[in-house]
């Protein structure tokens, strides 16, 4: 009898003996070795490798609760709603995730391709690496997985089947409270405020009335607006990326959702790159260099979104109503609309709550610090309350910069 037979959590030596009773990828003789690489805040990650032909393998393991806070307690179903969207993005967008060898419905945990040649977006953009093709490769990436499965191109049944399929209650909440709540109150008493902006926060945040009821309309529009499979947690964290190749993975927050929380998620975690090189880069010249690429992946990212919408529309819409001329543009309003809101969300989440991210939080520079993260949530509360004028690429990269404007060293 197989001990994967029942649940549990594997260690790096049940790894190498799982990997080999699950997969024929290695020869039975083989000396294999096994590392937990996961950085993440929810799974378990383990890197099976032998040695002697540089082959390898990731299996990726749920636990029940979050490896970030065990109060946060989750459904393990969130691997086979990631391994069979990771199957059905590859499809749509064929060489832009990794591939999937196995789902395992008892062990809660997949089999995936090792992008060992690849870096981790965040970790490449704190070194100010720059990616001349990225933003042709998510925009494509997003426009084929995300209008691709909307009601504009699916028949209504299937989609609502699917709707169904990937309802995702507990990974969904985790964003209804970390996203669209904490950020503006502090209820869950989790938040992680940098100790010099503490004033800052509670006047910008906190205390803002104005913004709250504009939060609270994004929460519920993220709530009830099942218009398409998203990734559900698309940020640079989630991207693996070399010169030539952009690989997306890590879908377990998938479900049917606004498609403007993709994209805005991407845009957001641009930005932080962008404050990162701004506030760490000594050289003038290299510190231009990076911060230009940046802002220029950003527009483009939005830029190319919108050219690739229009053309996959004309290809694929099938509801006779969608058809009706005008209706295209509305749509593509309501997603950009969306894609700001998110991107103001994101940007003020990250700074002051419980999940962090390390292109900010690595600033040592106190006053440097302070600094980008003020730029983080001035540039939040335009996009969030203006959220209806972000039209273009440059809308969101000026919304950046009159941020910087306001903001110094100094105050």
């Known amino acids: 009898m197989s001990k994967f037979e029942t649940y549990f959590l594997m260690n790096e030596n049940e790894v190498l003996e ?16 096994s590392k937990e690489i996961g950085d993440g805040n929810l799974n378990y990650v383990f890197r099976v490798k032998e040695e002697a032909t540089g082959k390898s393998v990731i299996v990726k393991q749920a636990g029940g609760e979050a490896r970030i806070s065990a109060d946060i307690k989750l459904s393990t179903d969130r691997t ?26 008892v062990m809660c945990s997949c089999a995936m391709e090792d992008l060992y040649d690849y870096t981790i977006m965040r970790t490449a953009l704190m070194n100010h690496e720059k990616f001349p093709h ?17 009601d504009i191109c699916v028949e209504h049944k299937a989609k609502k089947d699917d709707v169904k399929n990937y309802i995702n209650p507990e ?9 669209y709540t904490e950020p503006f109150n502090n209820i869950g008493n989790r938040n992680n405020v940098f100790p010099p902006i503490a004033d800052f926060v509670q006047k910008e945040l906190y205390e803002d009335k104005v913004l709250h009821l504009e939060a609270a309309k994004c929460k519920f529009e993220f709530m009830n ?30 479900f049917y959702g606004p498609m403007g929380y993709d994209i805005g998620n991407v845009v957001a ?19 231009a260099d990076f911060t230009a690429w940046v802002e220029q992946s950003v527009e483009e990212t939005i830029d190319m979104f919108i050219g690739k919408y229009n053309k996959f529309y004309d290809a694929n819409v099938k509801d006779h109503m969608a058809k009706t001329p005008g209706f295209k543009e509305w749509y593509l309003d309501s997603i950009l609309r969306d894609t700001a809101s998110v991107t103001g969300l994101e940007l003020a989440r990250r700074i002051v709550g419980l999940a962090n991210v390390k292109d900010i939080t690595s600033i040592s520079d106190e006053n440097k610090r302070a600094a980008a993260e003020k730029i983080c949530i001035i540039t939040a509360k335009n996009l969030i309350l203006n959220r209806d004028n972000f039209k273009t690429g440059k809308d969101f990269t000026r919304a950046l910069k009159e941020a910087v404007a306001k903001i110094t060293l100094n105050n």
């Not at 925009?139 to 997985?145: G, K, R």
């Not at 990974?171 to 996203?179: G, M, P, Y």
């Not at 398409?228 to 879908?251: A, Q, R, V, W, Y």
């Not at 932080?272 to 880069?281: C, K, L, R, S």
Request: hydrophobic residues 45%.
């Open 18 to 33: 799982y990997v080999r009773e699950k997969l024929d990828i290695f020869a039975k003789d083989a000396v294999l070795t």
């Open 225 to 254: 607006n099942a218009q398409s499979l998203i990734h559900g947690d698309l940020h640079t964290g989630s991207i693996f990326i070399n010169e030539h190749s952009t690989k997306i993975f890590d879908p377990e927050f998938a």
């Open 269 to 287: 975690n641009m930005f932080f790159a962008w404050n990162n090189g701004n506030f760490t880069i000594e050289n003038e010249a290299e510190k």
């Open 134 to 150: 990225f933003a042709d490769h998510i925009s494509t990436f997003m426009v084929n997985t995300l209008l691709g499965t909307t």
């Open 80 to 105: 086979r709603i990631e391994a069979e969207i990771l199957k059905k993005q590859g499809e749509m967008a064929p060489g832009l995730v990794p591939e999937v060898y196995l789902y395992d419905a």
């Open 171 to 179: 990974l969904c909440e985790i964003s209804e409270d970390l996203v």
